[in-house]
């Protein structure tokens, strides 16, 4: 284990937990909160995390070497992928919407928005 966990590496991912539920947030459906929901944004929001600050760093380990070789790329890779979310958000959102007009608790627990009942 000596060498790939390391203290930095827990205090990253400590860290990395509100960032992640702020782009949960802000990316994420207003879908009903749930852990398995938390834990999904969590890890994609802490990779997401990782490769945006692999791109100011430049790392020369023995066993490393991750360098930001193309900037242009990446940041067009990344709001991409922030575009995507951000359509997803809308689509959600009128899907919300919809549902709503039924006036069905119902379609509104299958669809996710509100919690079911016991």
């Known amino acids: 284990v000596r060498g790939y ?9 400590i860290v990395a937990f509100l960032p992640s539920m ?3 947030k ?16 969590y890890m994609l929001g802490t990779l997401f ?3 945006f600050f692999m ?4 790392i020369r380990e ?3 070497h991750a360098t930001a070789n193309n900037t242009l790329f990446d940041f067009i890779a990344l709001s991409l992928l922030g575009g995507i979310l951000l359509a997803r958000k809308g689509a959600f959102g ?3 919407q919809r549902a709503k007009e039924y006036h069905s608790r119902r379609l509104m627990e299958l669809l996710g ?3 079911q009942g016991q």
Do not use: T
């Open 62 to 64: 023995q066993h490393i």
């Open 113 to 115: 928005y509100e919690e």
């Open 26 to 41: 802000v990316f994420g459906s207003n879908k009903v909160v749930s852990i398995k929901r938390m834990l999904k944004w």
């Open 22 to 24: 702020a782009l949960m």
């Open 55 to 58: 791109q100011f760093f430049d």
């Open 5 to 13: 966990v390391d203290l930095s590496v827990w205090i990253f991912l």
């Open 94 to 96: 009128r899907q919300k």
């Open 49 to 51: 995390l990782c490769a």
